[in-house]
């Protein structure tokens, strides 16, 4: 009896293991059949990352593959804040990843490529969702093996917007150059800003971490005013930039524009130059102390000056300098006026919106003569552009003052004239 009851106890640990293994096997098959099923496994993992971020995320249409490289397509995908506006929705999401990148759970952050179609961000939806998130360690930057790409962007502010946003990064690591191409337009009524850019940075890695690094920027920008007038321009920026938590500081900044300003049949090139620390912050670029020099042709004088310039919502500006000369194209100067090769020292404050379509003050000499007038950019715009036909004097308001003037034979003292707009 005893002989032929041993292998008893062999049989039930047999059967436990098919048991066992039958189970693994039927999980396995669940989880199988339910990974092959992009739509519930993409929304619960869509439900697990929107929980994790404060989110409802959803798409229209999931898929992926995880033969291979795992791939992810995301379709029709918004991201809302409860009680929000949405922050965040696209056309298409690609993602593609390594598996080691999977396995380790992002600690080896490699991600092979990213592709956004439609892209549209509600800054301010977004900027109330940081202001939610708890404090988190510093931002990680991905390896992106074959890059990233963005078509048909659009960047919403309550007052102004960026659309058309395309960029184009062929690759990314943190501690090599970064070079990408980016183009879109900022449109700010009436004021519109094409723009074509090659952007390079020189370490993101530092960049991100509030270490000073190399930055520049080149390519084409044009500002076009639904007025009529247009400034297509090239530009160079470069220096080193510091990025802080909400500012950014690059210091010393260096921006080269070659440009021209056309209207109707008036066409006026120039070439500017800004030399001085710049600096962000509150949504506003400011270069201060500012160092400019403007090299102009026909009626647009060259001049160099010191001061302030800030850009954002307004434009702010304030300069003092000097004229190299009196433009051949402006009004003639009476005598004594006109044979003086002194300086021209001017000083120039203007305040408004960024078309500088406002009121500005310009206050110039030369010698013992004076003139302290105001004028509007697009008046004087108009005149240049008839040809002076309307008038021989530019549309300014303000007193002109000087010891003596000669005119047609005759030697006037103590000369002011008050100017009109008329």
């Not at 449109?187 to 971490?209: E, G, Q, R, W």
Request: proline residues 8%; hydrophobic residues 40%.
């Amino acid at each position: 009896m005893n002989a032929k009851a041993a292998p008893r106890p062999v049989w039930r640990r047999l059967l436990r293991l098919a048991v066992k293994v039958g189970a693994v096997l039927i999980v396995l098959s669940l989880i199988t059949g339910w990974l092959l099923q992009p739509q519930r496994a993409g929304r619960y993992l869509l439900h697990l990352a929107g929980d994790s971020l404060g989110l409802e995320i959803n798409a229209g249409a999931i898929d992926y593959r995880l033969r291979g490289t795992p791939q992810l397509v995301l379709n029709d995908v918004v991201a809302t804040r409860h009680g929000d506006a949405p922050l965040l929705a696209a056309r298409r999401i690609f993602v593609s990843l390594p598996w080691r990148t999977l396995r380790t759970r992002g600690d080896d952050l490699k991600v092979t490529r990213v592709e956004l179609d439609a892209p549209r961000l509600n800054l301010p939806a977004l900027q109330r969702w940081l202001a939610t998130r708890p404090p988190s360690g510093p931002i990680r930057i991905p390896v992106l093996s074959d890059g990233l790409r963005v078509r048909d962007g659009r960047i919403d502010n309550d007052d102004w917007r960026i659309d058309g946003l395309s960029i184009d990064l062929p690759s990314l690591h943190p501690s090599q150059p970064m070079r990408m191409r980016v183009r879109g337009r900022y449109v700010d009524a009436p004021l519109s800003i094409p723009a074509d850019l090659a952007i390079t940075v020189a370490n993101p890695n530092d960049m991100l971490a509030g270490v000073a690094t190399d930055v520049s920027g080149a390519g084409t920008l044009s500002l076009i005013d639904t007025g009529g007038w247009r400034i297509p321009a090239q530009v160079l920026l470069a220096g080193p930039l510091r990025i802080g938590k909400d500012s950014a500081l690059m210091k010393p900044a260096r921006l080269g524009i070659a440009a021209r300003y056309e209207s109707g049949k008036t066409s006026l090139p120039f070439q500017l130059g800004l030399h001085g620390p710049m600096a962000f912050n509150n949504a506003t670029w400011r270069f201060v102390p500012v160092t400019l020099v403007l090299m102009g042709e026909g009626t647009i004088p060259s001049a160099q000056a010191r001061g302030s310039l800030s850009v954002g919502r307004s434009l702010g500006l304030h300069l003092d300098g000097s004229l190299a000369g009196w433009p051949k194209d402006w009004p003639t100067l009476p005598r004594p006026l006109s044979a003086s090769k002194s300086a021209l020292p001017f000083s120039l404050d203007y305040k408004g919106v960024v078309a500088f379509a406002d009121t500005a003050s310009l206050s110039l000499r030369r010698d013992t003569t004076t003139l302290a007038t105001q004028f509007r950019l697009p008046d004087v715009l108009t005149w240049l552009d008839a040809g002076n036909a309307s008038s021989p004097l530019p549309p300014l308001t303000g007193k002109l003052s000087t010891p003596r003037v000669d005119l047609d034979g005759t030697t006037l003292e103590g000369v002011e004239i008050e100017l009109g707009g008329e």
